[in-house]
């Protein structure tokens, strides 16, 4: 890749950066209500997104072979009682891939 062709290619990043981040704020100005679509995908959106990051986390685990999954089973389980415990999803994210990482490198 010569040089005006990368520059060329970094201003047409930084151009679609800049319209998505101020394309909200022309489609909803502030003062007019949120459509109701937008409104549920923001309380339904969040969930789904852990459960789904939950079950690609999991997907290759084999609980047919040792230590047949209680690694995980211990970090997922450390990770959500942290989070009701503190209500901070940084720290119980933090806290079960420490556990998690420790368990598998260190007593499994």
Do not use: D
């Not at 010569?2 to 930084?14: E, G, M």
């Not at 690694?71 to 999803?89: F, G, H, M, Q, S």
């Amino acid at each position: 890749m010569n040089v005006p062709h990368s520059l060329a290619l970094i201003a047409v990043i930084a151009a679609v950066t800049v319209a998505l981040r101020f394309l909200p704020f022309l489609l909803f100005p502030a003062g007019k209500p949120l459509p109701p679509v937008l409104m549920y995908m923001g309380k339904v959106l969040p969930g789904a997104t852990m459960g789904m990051l939950l079950v690609y986390c999991l997907r290759n685990t084999k609980i047919t072979q040792a230590p047949h999954g209680i690694p995980e089973l211990i970090a997922c389980a450390l990770t959500a009682c942290v989070y009701l415990w503190k209500r901070n999803v940084l720290a119980s994210i933090v806290t079960g891939t420490a556990v998690y990482m420790i368990l598998v490198q260190v007593v499994f």
